[in-house]
């Protein structure tokens, strides 16, 4: 027990010391920098849990970060795949949880204006200071329509808290999109929790893309219930019965042991042994655009 | 009005902060504590409640809030002093979560004299750091501060 707790003391502070330590490095220039538009569906991979996605004419982006660092100590390793300046009107912010790598106040600033509404999972209000954008809360499995876009709160297995002694919020979740007949699902962070992806699937049984984390992956032993790894996150796509699956989560932040460039490779191995076709995996670069059904001119 | 609190939070609060503390004689060794029995945030979004009792979390605080606080101190060679603020935190980064600046109009007490105070201070990371500058006037001769503020919620 002691030689356990021990392991996972030491797993905890080599984590923190190379998250912080990262401040001091540059970071890299993003691979691309495509352009949003308008497609029936199609998503940019900004970086970390940040997507803009485009549905049935609506636009939604997903935990928006474009900080040079979260919480003033962990950089980024690469740079957003969009400026804020370049990102379109917003239709929908979600928020999944209140962690700084998803709740970033100096990036909802700088895309104050361009914001139409936010919602977050059920408690989360208590953490977002005043911006002119509506926002509210939604509770686990509610759905909210607006215009032609609905958008519905999913548990998760993680983390509801910021500051770390705010342990009594439980503040956390996962959402679904659904516009012009499309439906996507973002999971947020979460541990695998296969009960949550299956009565996804029983609710939404034809999703036409899953937004999944993949990393970080170590140490296992510590972050696992709370975080998948590329295991885990195709056993997810598989309980989801989604379309295709899109990788997210990973090479953004130093957060974790995990080695930069070690998730995909992993993921890729895991899919071939589990059957999953390639094809069916949607791994972006960021700042990579890809369109999965295009507008009907 | 709910109260929120953690074990955590509670063992939390009984982190001090450190300060050097000057009067005419000579500079001490001090400690200090804050409970905030009360506080209103301007600051917060609208749709969410403005009032926290005891339990404040750092972006209802430092996004804009006026709240009531008790700061027990603890002064080498001196002993404890009690001392009672109204304190208003204003954004100045990120909606505060960057850099916030604090001032406050303080009243303390030894328990054989009381007298008025002023404070000023600049908090950065969610408030876990911050930088004070106070004085207490009367007490002896007017004293003054500078606290390295260490505050987990």
Redesign the interface.
Known sequence: MIAMTAVVACGRVKTVIRGSTSVFRSSEPAPRNDTPAHDELAMLWVGHATVLLEIGGRVVVTDPVTTATV???SKRVVQPGLRPEQFPLIDLVVISHMHYDHLS??TL?ALEKKIGFLAMPEGG???????SF???EVEPWKSVTRGSLTFTSTPARHLGW????????ESKGGWVFEAAGKSVYFAGDTGYDGAIFREVRKRFPHLDLALLPIAPMEPHGLIGSFHMNPKEALQAFVDLGAARMMPIHYDTFINSLDEPGEAIPKLLDDAKAAKIPREKLEILQIGERRVLIPRKD | MAIDLSTAWVVAQAVPSPEIVHDREASHFGLRWQVTPFSWSWGIHRRARRWSLFTVLPSRRHSGSTEISFDPEWIRHEGFLARAALRTYLPLVDRGEALSLSVASTAWSDGHSYGPGFEVALHTMSGFLGLAFSTATGLRATTTAFTLIVRVL
């Open positions: 919480g003033q100590l106040f100096g600033a209000l208590a953490y977002l200071p005043e911006f509506d926002a509210m910021r500051y770390g002694f705010d342990g009594w919020s």
